[in-house]
Each structure stands twice: as structure tokens, then as C-alpha cells.
Nanobody, 116 residues
């Protein structure tokens, strides 16, 4: 199973930006989809953004226009550029990779706090 490691979280003021990274332990080319999920305190984990093998993307409506997901197969990495952050974006962000066989892999998460 692939290992996924997230980084780039931290404390940022409202309106600020962060770039999250997810680096895989092997090639990500074969994954049919990769995505970013988040879980706020007391809430269920939710999908933030997803990117397919051919770079098709989909976003939760709460982040559309502010977040951009991308993947770099040569770096075995996926990214989430987050702009105009809001306090409600505060959560632990998780990286997910889905294989063609239906196997899901998860990272351990990186914490994002948006506060003044």
C-alpha cells in the first residue's frame, strides 16, 4: 500500500493563503483519483477537492474559486493551493488516493487553522 505524507498546514489569518502538499511513496500515475478531504472538530470528514488521472477536477462548493487542486506525476505529489482562507476552513486536511482496484490510501493529515 502506498504511503501518503501531507505537509504545509499551519496557522494563517483570514484572507491568507496556504499550499498543502501530499507526497506519495511510489508513482501516483496509476491512481484513478486523488483528493483532499478535511475534518473539522466535531464534524465528519468531507471531500474538499478531487483530481482524476487526466486532471479533471471537482470541488466542494464552499471552496470553489478559492482552492486549486493539482497533481505532478513526475514528483509523485498532489497539491492544494488555498487562497482567501476563512475561519470555517479550519480543519485537519487529509490526502487520499484511490486505485483502480478500489483500494483507498490515506495520509495522517495536516492541520490548518484560520484565525486572527
Amino acid at each position: 500500500q502506498v504511503q501518503l505524507v501531507e505537509s504545509g498546514g499551519g496557522l494563517v489569518q483570514p484572507g491568507g493563503s496556504l499550499r498543502l502538499s501530499c507526497v506519495a511513496s511510489r508513482s501516483i500515475f496509476s491512481f484513478v483519483a486523488m483528493g483532499w478531504y478535511r475534518q473539522a472538530p466535531g464534524k465528519e470528514r468531507e471531500l474538499v477537492a478531487i483530481i482524476g488521472r487526466l486532471n479533471g477536477t471537482n470541488y466542494d462548493k464552499s471552496v470553489t474559486g478559492r482552492f486549486t487542486i493539482s497533481r505532478d506525476n513526475t514528483e509523485n505529489a498532489m497539491y492544494l493551493q488555498m487562497n482567501n482562507l476563512k475561519p470555517e476552513d479550519t480543519a485537519v486536511y487529509y490526502c487520499n488516493a484511490a486505485s483502480a482496484s478500489g483500494e483507498d490510501s490515506w495520509g495522517k493529515g495536516t492541520s490548518v487553522t484560520v484565525s486572527s
